[in-house]
């Protein structure tokens, strides 16, 4: 039987820790506008190689958070207010398509949805002990479940273009969000969907503005 390589096993979970806290950094501000990420100084500064900071830096070229130079350096984009509203902006109109695209399916397509619904409740029902951060993936979920199952191919790659970025942002605020709210801001969302209400696009906004 071959042997495994653990150390192979570790390196995508490495590799997605120094993306997570490397993008982290770019969104709140610690790491800078045009500040230049060095593969050297960031494998040093998180005690990893340098491969996974490779992978994470490429990443983060192609979310858009940074920039590759014709020197080989790359440097930080940071987002400005502005480039957040934009993004918000373009999510509603993509999950308002989304919506009104799953109300003209077959329920199936919705099942989904509703399971993700049924995980939440479950969650939410524990009370004091609901897990916050469990709550606002399960949330998450929702909406990536909404673009994946709406059929417009168009419609879930622009989305999954910015995806990475709503999920850090959401992430940071994951623990001021109440979870009661949140579960019944998503059910409303998803019964809407289900019962193929024709207010889904006010729905959308109430949700997400």
Not at 134 to 145: F, P, T
Not at 176 to 185: H, I, K, M, P, Y
């Amino acid at each position: 039987m071959p042997m495994v390589n653990a150390n192979a096993l570790q390196r995508p979970t490495i590799a997605k820790d120094v993306l997570s806290t490397l993008r982290y950094e770019i969104i709140t501000g610690k790491l800078k506008d045009g500040e230049y990420l060095g593969e050297v100084a960031i494998s040093q500064r998180m005690h990893v190689s340098r491969g996974p900071v490779r992978s994470a830096i490429q990443q983060l070229v192609a979310d858009g958070l940074a920039v590759s130079l014709e020197n080989g350096r790359t440097r930080v984009v940071s987002l400005t207010e502005r480039d957040i509203e934009d993004i918000y902006e373009l999510r509603v109109q993509l999950e308002k398509k989304a919506a009104n695209l799953l109300i003209q399916s077959d329920l199936t397509a919705c099942m989904p949805l509703l399971d993700i619904l049924n995980q939440m409740k479950e969650e939410n029902d524990k009370g004091e002990s609901c897990n916050s951060v469990k709550m606002a993936d399960l949330g998450y979920e929702v909406h990536v479940c909404m673009m994946q199952s709406c059929g417009n191919k168009a419609i879930w790659n622009a989305w999954k273009s910015m995806a990475a970025i709503l999920k850090a942002i959401m992430d940071l605020n994951s623990e001021a969000v109440d979870n009661e709210r949140a579960f019944l801001s998503h059910k409303e969302l998803i019964e809407t969907i289900v019962q193929k209400q024709p207010d889904a696009d006010k729905v959308i906004e109430r949700h997400l503005l």
